[in-house]
């Protein structure tokens, strides 16, 4: 009996034990604010004054794959609720099985696939790496650009959008070959006349933002994980030391939750990938992530007149 109790107490020890490591270890592991504060942009352009202006408040987004659009969700839901209808295109969606409809509708009215067959890039179904950067070569080669061209064409003309957002076509955020073909196909058509809108605004991060995020932070975890880092890669194959420059900024802190509610509504699958480019985002409410991370920036793309 008395063995018996002996042994109880000593399980019951034990599991305390275990607990109080498992708590040691948390607090040791949880993100301060001051340590978030070390990925935030240091650089400050100018305040976008342009989409204030335009009477014509219709947008569209259009982007390789739904969650794309993550560093640019704050402006969206910010024009959103100042009136202005916009949609999001893309090639690749995901539907959420607990609603059945996409998450685009919380900052948008909604997304809607570019090609009804969803078939645009040879031989992806047998890809093992598809993020991984390919000269713009082999984008040419790979991509049914004619097919999509034709779709955006249509789609972009009949909604009529005095603007579109997109990634920025030179390396496409971090080197995907899909983010790079929509975005160059879009900057394409802008400039020749096939598609009728005032600008397009690139959705890009600073070189700190980039530095710090995706070149030390991001690429230290994908060396741990044992995968290839593919912005080293685009810098390499591109020429190019990361993003595009920015040319404005917009102060997001008044759409704060909505955004954050947006980031936090896809399934697991996606929001394990967003947390590779958005360090800690489901850790912290969104008045604080977004009062230290409280800016987006664009690369504004306008029509050369000769």
């Known amino acids: 009996m008395h063995h018996k109790r002996f042994e109880n107490m000593k399980q019951v020890k034990i599991c305390l034990i275990i607990l109080l490591g498992i708590c040691f270890r948390f607090c040791q592991d949880k993100v301060t604010t001051e340590y978030l504060k070390r990925f935030v942009a240091t650089e400050t352009y100018p305040t976008d004054v342009f989409l204030d202006t335009v009477s014509n408040q219709r947008a569209l987004i259009i982007v390789a794959h739904d969650d794309d659009d993550c560093a640019m969700s704050g402006m969206i839901a910010k024009l959103t609720a100042k009136g202005w209808t916009i949609k999001q295109l893309s090639l690749q969606s995901h539907i959420l099985l607990t609603t059945g409809s996409n998450p685009a ?19 992806l179904d047998t890809m093992k790496n598809p993020y991984l950067p390919i000269p713009y070569k082999k984008i040419k080669e790979q991509f049914l650009t004619d097919k999509v061209a034709s779709a955006i064409i249509k789609k972009v003309n ?39 809108i005032d600008k397009i605004y690139q959705s890009v991060y600073t070189d700190q933002l980039e530095k710090e995020i995706i070149d030390k932070w991001l690429g230290d975890r994908l060396k741990k994980w044992g995968y290839p880092n593919p912005s080293a890669i685009a810098n390499e194959i591109y020429g190019i030391s990361g993003m595009p420059e920015p040319t404005v900024q917009v102060n997001i802190t008044e759409v704060a939750e909505i955004k954050m509610n947006y980031l936090r509504a896809y399934e697991e699958d996606v929001r394990k990938n967003l947390r590779k480019f958005i360090p800690y985002y489901e850790e912290f409410d969104a008045k604080t992530y977004f009062g230290i991370f409280d800016r987006e920036f664009f690369r504004v793309i306008e029509k050369i007149n000769y």
């Open 105 to 123: 509708h919380i900052i948008c009215q909604g997304n809607e696939l570019i090609l009804k067959d969803g078939y645009y890039r040879i031989g």
């Open 158 to 196: 009949d909604f009529k959008p005095s603007v579109i957002f997109t990634l920025d076509n030179e390396k496409g955020g971090y080197g995907h070959p899909e983010h790079i073909f929509i975005s160059q196909l879009v900057k394409d058509l802008f400039e020749k006349d096939k598609i009728h």
